[in-house]
């Protein structure tokens, strides 16, 4: 079946620092690719998607590019600020076009940043 | 526009018991979807409704069923609860015409079986 697998967090970051946050997955076929981000206290927020290969999806200063030779889509952010402090999902939804509402997530992984 | 609205927040209950959780969609929306998300398992996908009608279910036991009213609010029913049920119940609603398109989430029911 598919799986997201992200990278363990925490992940601690001073203010204007990078942020790299990876994800892998494995499905079969195309599936989409999705970033999701929980601040505290909410629901979660759809922060950028790509819906084939060598897309990049960009938002907020985030990017992340669908790579299929390596069956990545990495979270990446220049300068990051105290308010992205939150936790950060990677998500698919299946090729195929069939599952609708349905996205298998990743662990989440929680960024902190300081001032 | 509003957003998902989910009641109740917190919800408190005993094994045994049985519990039904509300979710309003966004207006227009006529798709409604339910996750889990607990500190062990994470995110997992209970089923989706689009026009009353289940179109995906996950992998969960019959204790959880759902349902969706021609106003497109839904709700979702545990029966039976066990303490392993103890989760932040969310819902998401969208459009429903494409398997690829962002889904709004609510905040959450907290739901703790004690």
């Known amino acids: 079946g598919n799986s997201v697998t992200q990278m363990e967090g925490p992940v601690t970051l001073s203010e204007e620092a990078f942020l790299t946050i990876n994800c892998t997955y494995t499905a079969t076929g195309y599936p989409s690719l999705f970033w999701y981000v929980q601040y505290p206290g909410e629901g979660l927020q759809l922060l950028l998607k790509?819906?084939?290969?060598?897309d990049k999806g960009s938002n907020k200063g985030f990017e992340a590019t669908y790579r299929k030779e390596t069956t990545s889509f990495h979270l990446e952010k220049g300068s990051v600020q105290v308010s992205d402090s939150a936790v950060y999902f990677c998500?698919?939804?299946?090729?195929?076009?069939?599952?609708?509402?349905?996205?298998?997530f990743g662990q989440g992984t929680i960024l902190t940043v300081h001032p | 526009k509003a957003g998902v609205t989910q009641t109740p927040r917190y919800l408190i209950k005993t094994r045994g018991q049985q519990v039904t959780l509300s979710c309003s969609p966004i207006?227009?929306?006529?798709?409604v979807s339910w996750y889990q998300q607990t500190p062990g398992q994470g995110l997992q996908f209970l089923f989706e409704y689009f026009s009353e009608t289940q179109r995906n279910k996950g992998n969960f036991p019959g204790r959880f069923s759902g349902r969706q009213f021609s106003n497109s609010r839904s709700e979702m029913n545990v029966s039976t609860l066990e303490l392993g049920d103890s989760a932040l119940y969310l819902c998401?609603?969208?459009?429903?015409?494409?398997?690829?398109?962002?889904?709004?989430f609510g905040s959450g029911t907290q739901l703790s079986v004690l």
């Open positions: 998401a609603s969208s459009l429903g015409g494409s398997a690829n398109e962002k889904l709004f």
């Open positions: 998500a698919l939804s299946d090729a195929g076009g069939t599952s609708y509402g349905k996205l298998t």
């Open positions: 790509a819906t084939k290969a060598d």
């Open positions: 207006s227009g929306h006529r798709s």
